[in-house]
């Protein structure tokens, strides 16, 4: 689907923006095919199979593969051959947009607007429409412009035009980037949240015997959690950064950067394919990270057309995920001390709507997150962010959300990693 008719989505909410989100949330609650569908999926899911990779079963229920539709040509005269960045091109902590401008998917220089992120994310790995809207209009409004934003750090004058550019997603801790990335630093930690650490890179194929897999990968996410309570005094695990961006940092890396064939037409992630896509050259043992080289591998097929991988997949993702660690969803931190990580009741911070059992039931932590999200303060102070509240407004409503009044944000005062940055 192209930008266009990605648009066209929003545009067909629009009219209920001014009421979100209690018209989209409540409509949603009464529809009675969305309801069933979530049933649906939370039976599937228990039914067929159990582990961090069990929405593929779901999702994917016919293995699919078409060669011609699926390649992704980045040869020499596609227009789309690997140039390194140069000068005041932008790159940072998100190894697939680094990697789809420096192929000039996106603009080389790593600022793009809206429009763009979203053909470039649906064109390239296959990401669903929904998913792809809310991504770039996020960042847009709270990293950027309002309709545009960096890969990387703070956009020059020449970059950004007019408008104020923003900080990008190197400047967007705790709003858009996360803490325990698995091959990023903490931001508090290190002095860098953007920066490829070869060690970490290593950890997780160590982590992944054989291949990089959807079960390895969740595994490596537990392992990095736990490290860096005990690492990083600051250490925050956000109701969205924590709850929903971290996870798409691991899940991401398979759905999106597996290769696909008749063989494996549900993916197959091998080292030398995640070396390419995380700019890593050298072998186990002897890793080099070639900061800002990440490229889309020579004969590579996204995922099947058939199967984008939308918000529902990703709700089940981070679903399956949480059943096998619970930590995962514990908005908290530690306290200034490593080891000190204390967990809000989430009871307290939502008003009752969620508990500690009902938070890992069907849908409701990413519904969670996804609201938190419209409360996010934006680098650029912009009269309005219609274009986001109208992806949120479409994702709340397609994964059947209970309405959330308001989020009590004095519950995470007490976190110096959250104190230290002005959204979580």
Not at 63 to 90: M, R
Not at 131 to 139: E, H, N, P, Q, R
Not at 179 to 205: C, H, M, W
Not at 279 to 296: F, H, K, L, P, W
Request: aromatic share 12%.
């Amino acid at each position: 689907m192209k930008a266009t008719t990605s648009f066209a989505i929003i545009g067909a909410v629009a009219p209920y923006v001014s009421a979100f989100p209690a018209t989209i949330m409540e409509a949603a609650a009464r529809d009675p095919t969305i309801m069933a569908r979530n049933e649906e999926i939370i039976r599937m899911i228990e039914a067929r199979q159990a582990g961090a990779g069990a929405a593929t079963a779901v999702f994917e229920p016919v293995n699919t593969f078409n060669e011609k539709a699926q390649f992704v040509d980045v040869s020499h005269g596609s227009g789309h051959e690997w140039v390194a960045p140069s000068g005041n091109d932008l790159r940072g902590p998100c190894p697939g947009l680094n990697a789809m401008a420096n192929h000039n998917f996106l603009p080389h220089d790593g600022y793009a607007t809206i429009a763009q992120f979203v053909d470039a994310t649906e064109s390239v790995v296959g990401m669903g429409s929904a998913l792809a809207i809310f991504l770039s209009a996020y960042g847009a409004a709270i990293d950027g412009s309002g309709l545009a934003w960096s890969i990387g750090g703070t956009p020059t004058a020449a970059q950004a035009g007019l408008l104020p550019g923003g900080n990008g997603i190197s400047g967007s801790h705790n709003k858009y980037e996360s803490d325990a990335s698995p091959t990023r630093p903490d931001l508090y930690e290190a002095g860098n949240d953007y920066k490829t650490v070869a060690s970490q890179f290593q950890q997780l194929i160590n982590a992944s015997p054989g291949s990089v897999t959807m079960e390895s990968l969740t595994s490596f996410r537990s392992q990095r959690f736990d490290t860096q309570i005990a690492n990083n005094p600051y250490f925050f695990n956000g109701p969205f950064t924590g709850v929903l961006v971290q996870p798409a940092a691991y899940t991401f890396i398979y759905r999106f950067m597996a290769n696909h064939s008749a063989e494996y037409p549900a993916g197959y992630l091998s080292y030398d394919v995640i070396k390419d896509w995380f700019g890593i050259t050298g072998d186990s043992g002897s890793y080099v990270a070639n900061q800002g080289m990440e490229r889309i591998p020579d004969n590579w097929y996204k995922r099947a057309i058939e199967y984008p991988y939308d918000n529902g997949y990703f709700a089940a993702d981070l679903a399956a995920a949480a059943l096998l660690h619970p930590k995962f969803l514990s908005v908290g931190g530690n306290t200034g001390k490593v080891n000190t990580f204390t967990a809000v009741d989430v009871a307290n911070l939502t008003g009752g709507l969620y508990n500690s059992q009902t938070f890992l039931q069907s849908d409701n932590a990413a519904c969670f997150a996804y609201q938190f999200s419209a409360q996010a303060k934006p680098d650029v102070l912009l009269g309005s962010i219609t274009t986001l509240a109208s992806a949120v407004s479409q994702i709340v409503g397609s994964l059947a959300c209970p309405q959330l009044e308001g989020i009590d944000e004095t519950q995470l005062k007490q976190f110096p990693g959250y104190s230290k940055s002005p959204a979580a």
